[in-house]
């Protein structure tokens, strides 16, 4: 199992795992769509993160607001829930924000989350 820095060409299948775990906010929160999920994984891919083991189980994208770096997304594969990858991707970025020089770590909060 590793975390490697995501690409662009993570874009898609980021979004199809991130749609499917978010759906019951789309209708609490219009203007999320695919192509809103898409273009926010795109404007922090170089701050991305894929947990992989043969197949992507898991990823992260954070952002940085200020004194604080900001988890922006942290989703795992439905099929791969239960199995501690979600403390993984949060230890990781815990760590990722300090080697960035953050004393501080927020989250993303929206309408419908």
């Known amino acids: 199992m590793n975390i490697i820095p995501a690409t662009t060409d993570d874009i898609e299948s980021f979004a199809d795992i991130e749609c499917q ?61 239960s199995k501690g990858y979600g403390s993984i991707l949060l230890d990781h970025f815990h760590n990722e924000a300090q080697k960035h020089g953050f004393a501080k770590v927020g989250l993303a909060v929206h309408t419908g989350n």
Request: aromatic share 16%.
């Open 21 to 81: 775990n978010m759906d019951r906010y789309f209708n609490s929160n219009p203007e999320w769509d695919v192509a809103f999920v898409k273009n926010a994984i795109a404007e922090n891919i170089q701050r991305a993160w894929k947990l992989i083991n043969g197949s992507l189980l898991g990823f992260y994208y954070w952002t940085p607001d200020e004194d604080c770096a900001v988890l922006f997304s942290v989703q795992v594969h439905k099929d791969q829930r």
